[in-house]
Nanobody, 117 residues
């Protein structure tokens, strides 16, 4: 069983930046970040496979960057030019599948990101 621990959420003004980090307790394949806003379905924000290939939802392209350190079993999400609509609980996800799984197996507890003036 892999444990995921997230950090880095908080309150930021529109246009600001935040960095989310997630550490896995063991070696893992694909990793990703999901988010869920109040009253909305959870959505995949960004994912990265073992080789470093990435994918993003359209609404964050050019603003968010996902990266990973395979040696440290960590994944980061750098979020720039944040908008109020980015407000959500962000969840780290991981899977043994080294490519892009249909569903991730392991989940973090979630970290709140609030974008507000």
């Amino acid at each position: 069983q892999v444990q995921l621990v997230e950090s880095g959420g908080g309150l930021v003004q529109p246009g600001g930046s935040l960095n989310l980090s997630c550490a896995a307790s063991g070696s893992i394949g694909a990793m990703g970040w999901y988010r869920q806003a109040p009253g909305k379905q959870r959505e995949l924000v960004a994912a990265i496979n073992w080789r470093g290939s990435t994918k993003y939802i359209d609404s964050v392209k050019g603003r968010f960057t996902i990266s990973r350190d395979n040696a440290k079993n960590t994944v980061n999400l750098r979020m720039n030019s944040l908008k109020p609509e980015d407000t959500a609980v962000y969840y780290c996800a991981a899977d043994e599948n080294i490519w892009f799984p249909i569903e991730f197996t392991y989940w973090g507890q979630g970290t709140q990101v609030t974008v507000s003036s």
